[in-house]
């Protein structure tokens, strides 16, 4: 695995290199560059990315992040939390701008960063456009070995429906449409930001973790969402309101999560 900056860059047997970015790392960076330009103490203080501390969660449509680093440094420094916070605020907010990636300081030392339907959309295309072209078959188990081998040949399958539905191409990623747009009322089930919440949480978790470390425990919590995820959002309904665009938005995430997958599983 490597990591550039808050990209994830994993390789597996069938696809080469996927590259995924990853939010907590992109957040951590953004926070360790401002820590060194606020006028307080705290610049003074060496704080390492992987020691920046950050909660995450998903509320409808919105996914938050919060952090506590202003209240782990004012036990180091002699200045409150909350103005620390408040610095840091002002200091993220143009290098966040450009992410779209609102933030807001919620009082008592907490720092919130939240993932909009923007947000989101601009991490859907920034991952997929860079994909390699997905291989026109892929090698088929009779009997998988685990559930994560399952969901992902499950995903495989899908991919390959959704060629010969027209909806995607294996062999040319470009010709993929990443553009659908999130914020159409009612696009997306909550199932849907479910499974986009846990791909998030994973790529997050594999920022920091190698192949041997936990991977089998991210795989099957991916796993368990994407069996969520299918049971209930519809793909191959043509009678279904914004069809085809949410049948591609949604076979767009099972990319995603067959890439993840195939890393995840690729030891197994």
Not at 52 to 70: C, D, E, M, V
Not at 77 to 93: N, V
Not at 104 to 113: A, K, L, R
Not at 222 to 246: G, K, Y
Request: charged fraction near 15%.
């Amino acid at each position: 695995m490597q990591v550039s900056n808050y990209t994830l860059k994993l390789r597996n047997s069938s696809r080469g290199f996927v590259t995924f970015i990853s939010f907590k790392a992109l957040l951590r960076k953004e926070i360790q560059c401002a820590l060194r330009q606020v006028p307080l103490p705290t610049r003074n203080i060496q704080v390492k990315e992987s020691a920046i501390p950050f909660t995450i969660r998903q509320k409808g449509n919105l996914i938050h992040y919060r952090s506590a680093i202003a209240i782990a440094l004012a036990t180091q420094a002699s200045i409150e939390a909350t103005e620390i916070a408040q610095q840091l605020a002002i200091y993220l907010q143009p290098a966040l701008h450009q992410h779209l990636i609102p933030i807001q300081n919620i009082g008592s030392g907490w720092i919130q960063f939240t993932l909009t339907e923007g947000t989101i959309q601009s991490w859907l295309q920034q991952c997929l456009t860079p994909f390699p072209a997905l291989p026109v078959s892929f090698p088929l188990i009779e009997t998988p070995l685990s559930f994560s081998q399952y969901t992902h040949h499950r995903c495989c399958r899908l991919l390959q429906l959704g060629a010969e539905a027209n909806l995607i191409s294996l062999t040319d990623n470009t010709g993929n449409d990443t553009n659908c747009s999130l914020g159409k009322q009612n696009l997306l089930q909550p199932e849907d930001w479910q499974f986009i919440y846990q791909l998030i949480m994973t790529i997050d978790h594999l920022q920091n973790s190698y192949r041997s470390q936990r991977t089998s425990k991210l795989a099957n919590h991916l796993s368990e969402a994407f069996i969520r995820f299918h049971r209930c959002c519809r793909i191959f309904d043509r009678q279904q309101t914004h069809f085809p665009q949410i049948a591609m938005m949604r076979l767009n995430l099972i990319a995603i999560a067959q890439g993840v997958l195939q890393y995840l599983t690729d030891d197994f």
